[in-house]
C-alpha cells in the first residue's frame, strides 16, 4: 500500500482545509484509515480514523475536524475547520493493520509521508 496526502498549507486561524490520502493497492476498502500529526518537538498523534461508516476522533478535533473515505476513489479524506494555530504540524495518514487500537501508532503499518499544516494566528 503506498500513501500520499495533499492539500496541506498555510492558513488563517478560523479557516478551513481538506486534506487528501491517495491510496494505492486493492486493499484499500477493506481496511481501517487513520490521520495523525506530529508538531515541531512533539511525538506523532492520533487525529481522526475511520472503519466503514464508524468514525474515531481525537478530542482535540471533534467538533471541528471531519474524515471521510471514498473507496471508489481510494482516497481518504480529513475536512478540518475551525482550525487554530495549535493545529500547525505535519499530517500523515495511515493503512491500519486491522488489528489493534486505532488509537495507537503501533496498529497502522503504511504511512504516506505527510503534509504540512501552517495555522497562523
Known amino acids: 500500500v503506498r500513501l500520499v496526502e495533499s492539500g496541506g498549507g498555510l492558513v488563517q486561524a478560523g479557516g478551513s482545509l481538506r486534506l487528501s490520502c491517495a491510496a494505492s493497492?486493492?486493499?484499500?476498502?477493506?481496511?481501517?484509515m487513520g490521520w495523525f500529526r506530529q508538531a515541531p518537538g512533539k511525538e506523532r498523534e492520533f487525529v481522526a480514523a475511520?472503519?466503514?461508516?464508524?468514525?474515531y476522533y481525537a478530542d482535540s478535533v471533534k467538533g471541528r475536524f471531519t474524515i471521510s473515505r471514498d473507496n471508489a476513489k481510494n482516497t481518504l479524506y480529513l475536512q478540518m475547520n475551525s482550525l487554530k494555530p495549535e493545529d500547525t504540524a505535519v499530517y500523515y495518514c495511515?493503512?491500519?493493520?486491522?488489528?489493534?487500537?486505532?488509537?495507537?501508532?503501533?496498529?497502522?503499518?503504511?504511512w504516506g509521508q505527510g503534509t504540512q499544516v501552517t495555522v497562523s494566528s
Open positions: 495511515a493503512s491500519h493493520r486491522n488489528a489493534g487500537s486505532y488509537y495507537y501508532l503501533e496498529a497502522y503499518d503504511y
Open positions: 493497492g486493492r486493499t484499500f476498502s477493506s481496511r481501517a
Open positions: 475511520i472503519r466503514g461508516s464508524a468514525t
